[in-house]
């Protein structure tokens, strides 16, 4: 099972960032994926995640601003983050679950950077 994100980057706030994860090696359409992040010198936090009903959530900090999809197949998440801050700025990692997300992820990608100034 491989476990991709692309879409990191460098930006000022304010500004909109879309990342994409791409899942590969497993059927994982019908489980539990998300996004999570982690800033230096602070744990790793739950940002948004898609369970097995389709049921999204996102932690309260960004509700509103971003934005958690799949594509048609199930096999690429989305985040969409709009009226980002610099507070938003960490190591934004995919992961995917064996069911349902209060079951935990079993599967990580390696992180995409995101870096919010100003």
């Known amino acids: 099972v491989k476990v991709v994100e692309y879409g990191g980057g460098s930006l000022q706030a304010g500004g909109s960032l879309k990342l994409s994860c791409v899942v590969s090696g497993y059927d994982f ?22 369970d097995r009903d389709g049921t999204k959530t996102y932690t309260d900090s960004v509700k509103g601003r971003f934005t958690v999809s799949q594509d ?33 992820m079993k599967y990580w990608g390696k992180g995409t950077p995101v870096t919010i100034s100003g």
């Not at 048609?72 to 349902?100: H, I, N, P, V």
């Open 72 to 104: 048609s197949t199930q096999s690429t998440l989305f985040l969409q983050m709009d009226s980002l801050k610099s507070e938003d700025s960490g190591m934004y990692y995919c992961a995917a679950g064996g069911s349902w997300c209060l079951y935990g």
């Open 29 to 50: 359409s019908g489980y539990c994926m998300g996004w999570f992040r982690q800033a230096p010198g602070k744990e790793r936090e739950e940002v948004a995640t898609v």
